[in-house]
Each structure stands twice: as structure tokens, then as C-alpha cells.
T-cell receptor, first 113, second 114 residues
Framework: DTGVSQNPRHKITKRGQNVTFRCDPI?????LYWYRQTLGQGPEFLTY????????KSRLLSDRFSAERPKGSFSTLEIQRTEQGDSAMYLC???????????FGQGTRLTVV | AQSVSQHNHHVILSEAASLELGCNYS??????LFWYVQYPGQHLQLLLK??????LVKGIKGFEAEFIKSKFSFNLRKPSVQWSDTAEYFC????????????FGKGTHLIIQP
């Protein structure tokens, strides 16, 4: 499968724990995006990378959230001290500079108990 | 800030009925417009997109959408739906030359009854 890959697909964690998600974009795509989707809502933009540079962050991305893309390939999204309100589907998307179509992964569903 | 409004959260149709899903956006500048679809258990997939040119755009699976700038609308249409069109449909926008992330509407859950 050469699409966007996200791991894990599901994560259940206790409140206060840290979690990390991984996204592997389509290999030639230099732009990578993170979104969050809660029940009954559309995806909400969190942050975006061009290669390894994080160029844009939404105000939704609190201090407990950090994203990295160290070598301009895969990316990680870490949530520290998780709260129940962090329960959501976390989506990753990628695209190249020339094509405005973003390709989405299947997401990581986080449940904080 | 950009926002997207989808008028219908749930739509139920019979097979062969015609479909129109409403989408309005608020942004005064140049925009790129998208419709994404999410079939049950699958990832978001692009149905169609508009950047410039002909305001009537055709996408996959017989879908089309019309950009009406004066109404800030980008409604999705299909003349005859099939049971396999059952899915969640999202309208999205981003500014043509600025911020890169997409702003999505809340989605429309479409159920096609056989």
C-alpha cells in the first residue's frame, strides 16, 4: 500500500498519560498535515510541515501537543498529560507542492479514559 | 477566518434519486474548494476540487459541483444516486495563496436506501 499510513490505528490511554502517534506520508510528498476529528464534526486543522519545517500551527494545538518531522519523511504527534477532551480521531494527510490534492490516512482513534 | 457551512447533517434518499448537498463558505479572497467523501471504515478521499476556470467541475463516480462566487457556494450534485454512495461527505476550503490547511464543514451523512 503506497498511501498515507498511520500507527497505531487505535489507542486507549489513561488520563494524564503521554501518547505518540506516527504518520508515514506518501514518499514523494513534501507537505504533511495533522487534523483532529471529533464525533459529528469535520476534521480540524492542527499543524502542517513542509519537509522538516513546521510552518503553521492552529490555536487548537495547545502546549501539551507537539509535532515533529525530523528528516522530512515520517511525522510524530505527541500529546502530553492527556485529557478526556483529547479523545478524537487524529488524521494525517500529505501532498506534494504541485498537486493541491491532499491524501489522508485512516487515522488514529484516541480514547482517553 | 474561514468557515464552511453544510446545511444538511443527515440526508436519506432512495436509489436513483437526485442529490444536492449544500455548502457555503465565508472567505473574501481567492479560495480553493473541495469535496471529500468518507465511506464506512475508510479514509477520506477526494471527490472533486475547484481552483479556477469553469465553475462546474466534474469529479469521480458521477459527482459534480458548481462554484457560485456571488453566493459563496459550492454545492455537490449527482443526478442518480446508488446504494454505494452511502457515506459521509465533507466540503472544505483553503485560501488560494495563504494558509495551507483545509477548513472543513461538519459533514453530511448520506444514506441511500435500496
Amino acid at each position: 500500500d503506497t498511501g498515507v499510513s498511520q500507527n497505531p490505528r487505535h489507542k486507549i490511554t489513561k488520563r494524564g498519560q503521554n501518547v505518540t502517534f506516527r504518520c508515514d506520508p506518501i514518499s514523494e510528498h513534501n507537505r504533511l498535515y495533522w487534523y483532529r476529528q471529533t464525533l459529528g464534526q469535520g476534521p480540524e486543522f492542527l499543524t502542517y510541515f513542509q519537509n522538516e519545517a513546521q510552518l503553521e500551527k492552529s490555536r487548537l494545538l495547545s502546549d501539551r501537543f507537539s509535532a515533529e518531522r525530523p528528516k522530512g519523511s515520517f511525522s510524530t504527534l505527541e500529546i502530553q498529560r492527556t485529557e478526556q477532551g483529547d479523545s478524537a480521531m487524529y488524521l494525517c494527510a500529505s501532498r506534494d507542492s504541485l498537486n493541491t490534492e491532499a491524501f489522508f490516512g485512516q487515522g488514529t482513534r484516541l480514547t482517553v479514559v | 477566518a474561514q468557515s464552511v457551512s453544510q446545511h444538511n447533517h443527515h440526508v436519506i434518499l432512495s436509489e436513483a434519486a437526485s442529490l444536492e448537498l449544500g455548502c457555503n463558505y465565508s472567505y473574501g479572497g481567492t479560495v480553493n474548494l473541495f469535496w471529500y467523501v468518507q465511506y464506512p471504515g475508510q479514509h477520506l478521499q477526494l471527490l472533486l476540487k475547484y481552483f479556477s476556470g469553469d465553475p462546474l467541475v466534474k469529479g469521480i463516480k458521477g459527482f459534480e459541483a458548481e462554484f457560485i462566487k456571488s453566493k459563496f457556494s459550492f454545492n455537490l450534485r449527482k443526478p442518480s444516486v446508488q446504494w454505494s454512495d452511502t457515506a459521509e461527505y465533507f466540503c472544505a476550503v483553503n485560501s488560494g495563496g495563504g494558509a495551507d490547511g483545509l477548513t472543513f464543514g461538519k459533514g453530511t451523512h448520506l444514506i441511500i436506501q435500496p
